[in-house]
């Protein structure tokens, strides 16, 4: 367009079709007056892919909103994340965490068993284990690879109602902290579990230690969800 053209008017619209094409359409006016035209242009965008996860759940989107150009392939997944059991962190204040989390599948009693059984706890937990399964027992969870340590001792121990421990790793340099579980059931019979890790200091260092053990509650609690079925005996 030659520089004696002045543009009146312009605008865009996405054209929400399979190719997504871009249309643009402006008014423009020459030097002489009264000769106003509209002109279109057409042109499809370079836009860059999407990282692969966000490119995952923009396709299970499209797919629950029956968008055209759909993939249904994905569908047996997006059925098993709407399903999950809730698992919701409540509070995080500067010396606590508190997390929520349902087990429409584990009984208060088997729930229980699943953090105070080393069988059971080696499903979703530590790979190792040793523990003294009574109030004020000690406990000691190994991850041999990795030389990590986790070690306390039980300070309430309620078999389906609630259980208590220090918590202590020994590659951190914080104080010991404590957690207690509150085992709820729930009218299905399952089990609404209140997870409760309190005793930080409230200094940038235990602020980041928290922070590391909201990540590592989130992804082990959706380990424990995902077990599911009652086994048919316990271990003794």
Known sequence: MSSDVQVLEQGWRLHDGDQSLVAGCGRYQQSYPNNSQLACA?????????????????????????????????????????????????????DRITIVADFPQLSPALLFDYWTSIDLLKKWWPPAAELQPELGGTYHFSWP??????????????????????????????????????????PNGGTKLTLLHEGYSKNSEAKKTRDEHIEGWTFFLRKLQEQGQEPKSLPS
């Not at 892919?49 to 759909?70: D, E, G, I, V």
């Not at 790793?169 to 579980?181: A, F, G, K, N």
Request: hydrophobic fraction near 35%; proline fraction near 8%; aromatic fraction near 12%.
């Open 145 to 186: 690879k990795q030389d990590w340590h986790l070690r306390g001792k039980f300070t309430m121990f309620d078999r389906g109602k609630r259980l208590g421990f220090t918590w202590k790793w020994d590659h951190e340099s914080i104080d010991v902290t404590r957690v207690t579980l509150l085992f709820h059931p729930m």
């Open 42 to 94: 057409y042109y499809r965008p370079v836009v860059p892919p999407l990282p692969t996860k966000l490119n995952r759940l923009f396709r299970l989107y499209s797919m629950q909103r029956n968008t055209p150009n759909a993939n249904r392939s994905p569908r047996r997944f997006l059925d098993m994340a709407m399903s999950r059991p809730n698992l919701e962190l409540v509070e995080t204040a500067r």
